[in-house]
């Protein structure tokens, strides 16, 4: 099955810098990532999706991207701000299954 | 739409004791997902079902756990008996696309 692997554990930056967050994924099938956004004590939340026939998305200050041959994904956040402090998780999964594998997640802060 | 509904929000329950957790897709919803998370292990993949039929149910730690979805609107977790090491927050999520999956607020077990 699919394993997906996520680093850093934990990542703090200083307000207005940028962060990365880096995937890795076995399964050559999967054709869908999402990255979600779980707040302390709140359910997770999709912040932004991309699925294998794209390289890269943008979304104001987030972007993801892919590269399917090496099979990792990235999240970069631009202009970090306090707000964007969470659990960040990546998750790869195939349509045809949802068989939805989630990375072990990276600890964000931000300090202003 | 009111979005998964899970109850109940919290549990706290005696070791040996029989756990129910419910919950309800988001209408139209085909795929419904149970999932468990610890800090020690993350956001696991525990069971889920593609129109009410369980397709992968390799996540489920233990005969203890036993999932159904009698219909298209109501799935239930059982942990039967229940252990101190099943404390955890169990998220059940919904979908229609086979993509992005919503999240319900969990279900913060504690058994003791």
């Known amino acids: 099955g699919e394993n997906v692997e996520q680093h850093p554990s934990t990542l703090s930056v200083q307000e207005g810098d940028s962060a990365v967050i880096k995937c890795t994924y076995s399964?050559?099938?999967?054709?869908?990532f999402p990255w979600y956004k779980q707040e302390l004590g709140k359910r997770p939340q999709l912040i932004i999706d991309?699925?294998?026939?794209?390289g890269e998305k943008k979304d104001q200050r987030i972007a993801v991207t892919l590269n399917k041959t090496a099979k990792h994904f990235s999240l970069h956040i631009t202009e970090t701000q306090p707000e964007d402090s969470a659990v960040y998780f990546c998750?790869?999964?195939?349509?045809?299954?949802?068989?939805?594998?989630f990375g072990a997640g990276t600890r964000l802060t931000v300090k202003p | 739409d009111a979005g998964v509904i899970q109850s109940p929000r919290h549990e706290v329950t005696e070791m040996g004791q029989e756990v129910t957790l419910r919950c309800k897709p988001i209408?139209?919803?085909?795929?419904l997902f149970w999932y468990r998370q610890t800090m020690m292990r993350g956001l696991e993949l525990l069971i889920y079902?593609?129109?009410?039929?369980?397709?992968?149910d390799s996540g489920m730690p233990e005969d203890r756990f036993s999932a159904k979805m009698p219909n298209a609107s109501f799935s239930t977790l059982k942990i039967q008996p229940s252990e101190p090491r099943d404390s955890a927050v169990y998220f059940c999520?919904?979908?229609?696309?086979?993509?992005?999956?919503?999240f319900g607020p969990g279900t913060r077990l504690t058994v003791t």
């Open positions: 999520a919904s979908t229609r696309t086979g993509f992005e999956q919503y």
């Open positions: 991309i699925r294998s026939n794209v």
């Open positions: 399964d050559s099938a999967s054709n869908y």
């Open positions: 998750a790869a999964s195939t349509q045809a299954n949802n068989d939805m594998r």
């Open positions: 079902f593609n129109n009410n039929v369980p397709i992968d």
């Open positions: 209408s139209g919803h085909n795929s």
